[in-house]
């Protein structure tokens, strides 16, 4: 069974940096394509970023390009989110998610593509 488990989250300065990191549990790693989505009060979960099966491969929502910098470690099984310049409307519970993908270069862009997700993680961004 796959489990994804976050950590880093907290509260930001606007202007600040944080990052944040998944842990992929349960083996067969290599086999997903893992993204990063995040979720405002009374708000749908949104995609703010997709890697690759590899990683070689990634994808920003817009709001974030230049700022966000998503990565994976594959020997730790681990992806990260590194935000910089963050701004209040970056506050949000952010998600990690997995989805099987049977070929690299493939993101998936829709929260319903992913099968596993993690617990959340807040991140407070104060003005």
Known sequence: QVE???SGGGLVQSG???KLSCV???GGFNDYAMGW???APGKERG???GLSRSG???LYENSVKGRFTAS???AKSTVYLEMNNVNPEDT???YCGAAEMSEDRTIALLTSRYAFWGQGIQVTVSS
């Open 24 to 26: 992929f549990r349960g």
């Open 16 to 18: 600040g940096s944080l």
């Open 4 to 6: 994804l488990v976050e």
């Open 47 to 49: 995609f703010v970023a």
């Open 92 to 94: 949000a519970t952010y």
């Open 72 to 74: 994976t470690d594959n």
């Open 56 to 58: 070689d491969h990634v």
């Open 37 to 39: 989505f995040r979720q």
